[in-house]
């Protein structure tokens, strides 16, 4: 249980879902760290959670002064990162992901900004404190591989990230920086009741159930042991690529 030993990580987005699934699989394999989110309610009741070795920073990864106070606090807490999770992102408040017919270029500006272009600048903010030797975890998502009724802008923004880790991969081998994406399929989080209605949520979950070939819906702490193997020396040669956490879903079908 010490792969992460003497590790420190940066999570964003750790306060909950799967960004806190991570976290608790870091911790667990003795990682220290931050973990940032925009409310602070829930960020202090996931740091007290995880206990000491973890504390949280408040922070909107949209607003680059916010990533550069969440990297210079981590550094006067710590003294170095060695491994950056980007995971924040998802659906953005009040803005229901829709048909093209139905987007606005604000709906649009405002999913490209939360899960393309803070991915981008979270590690270009980080760069000046990570550790040569780091690695960085992007989260992807499944819906860069599979369209979904009203997921086109967000299934685009995803598959830019998985490009994303190759160019940033390249940009950063004299620091010897290792960037992979993780994407998730379906993960039994709170964001379904953010974009499904309650007396719909059952249904919604048993749909992806049945066409996930492992038979049910992925966990955090799922996504949390995959993100331990990419922070790990295990995964040292792995570099500029993506690893699928989706039961099956992206390559297998189960059409008879």
């Given at each position: 249980?010490?792969?992460?030993?003497?590790?420190?990580?940066?999570?964003?987005?750790?306060?909950?879902?799967?960004?806190?699934?991570?976290?608790?699989?870091?911790?667990?394999?003795?990682a220290v760290g931050v973990i940032t989110g925009r409310n602070q309610a829930t960020l202090d009741r996931s740091v007290t959670e995880l206990g000491e070795d973890f504390v949280?920073?408040?922070?909107?990864?949209?607003?680059?002064?916010?990533?550069?106070?969440?990297?210079?606090?981590?550094?006067?807490?710590?003294?170095?990162?060695?491994?950056?999770?980007?995971?924040?992102?998802?659906?953005?408040?009040?803005?229901?992901?829709?048909?093209?017919?139905?987007?606005?270029?604000?709906?649009?500006?405002?999913?490209?900004?939360?899960?393309?272009?803070?991915?981008?600048?979270?590690?270009?903010?980080?760069?000046?404190?990570?550790?040569?030797?780091?690695?960085?975890i992007l989260i992807g998502s499944s819906a860069a591989h599979r369209a979904a009724p009203g997921m086109t802008i967000y299934g685009a923004a995803k598959a830019?990230?998985?490009?994303?880790?190759?160019?940033?991969?390249?940009?950063?081998?004299?620091?010897?920086?290792?960037?992979?994406?993780?994407?998730?399929?379906?993960?039994?989080?709170?964001?379904?009741?953010?974009?499904?209605?309650?007396?719909?949520?059952?249904?919604?979950?048993?749909?992806?159930?049945?066409?996930?070939?492992?038979?049910?819906?992925?966990?955090?702490?799922?996504?949390?042991?995959?993100?331990?193997?990419?922070?790990?020396?295990?995964?040292?040669?792995?570099?500029?690529?993506?690893?699928?956490?989706?039961?099956?879903?992206?390559?297998?079908?189960?059409?008879?």
């Amino acid at each position: 249980m010490n792969k992460l030993k003497n590790k420190v990580a940066v999570i964003t987005g750790g306060n909950s879902g799967i960004g806190f699934g991570i976290a608790e699989a870091f911790k667990n394999e003795g990682a220290v760290g931050v973990i940032t989110g925009r409310n602070q309610a829930t960020l202090d009741r996931s740091v007290t959670e995880l206990g000491e070795d973890f504390v949280g920073v408040t922070g909107d990864v949209t607003v680059n002064k916010d990533l550069e106070n969440i990297f210079r606090k981590t550094i006067e807490r710590f003294g170095k990162i060695d491994v950056l999770v980007v995971n924040a992102g998802g659906i953005v408040d009040g803005m229901p992901m829709a048909a093209i017919n139905e987007v606005t270029e604000e709906n649009y500006d405002s999913y490209m900004d939360l899960n393309l272009k803070s991915t981008y600048f979270t590690v270009q903010k980080s760069l000046p404190y990570l550790n040569d030797g780091a690695s960085v975890i992007l989260i992807g998502s499944s819906a860069a591989h599979r369209a979904a009724p009203g997921m086109t802008i967000y299934g685009a923004a995803k598959a830019a990230v998985i490009s994303l880790a190759k160019g940033l991969s390249l940009d950063l081998l004299p620091r010897k920086i290792r960037v992979n994406t993780l994407s998730p399929g379906s993960i039994d989080t709170p964001v379904f009741g953010k974009i499904v209605p309650e007396e719909q949520l059952d249904q919604v979950k048993q749909m992806w159930i049945n066409i996930t070939p492992v038979g049910r819906q992925g966990l955090p702490s799922d996504i949390g042991n995959a993100a331990v193997f990419l922070a790990s020396d295990d995964s040292s040669f792995i570099v500029g690529t993506e690893i699928l956490s989706d039961g099956g879903l992206t390559n297998i079908s189960l059409m008879k």
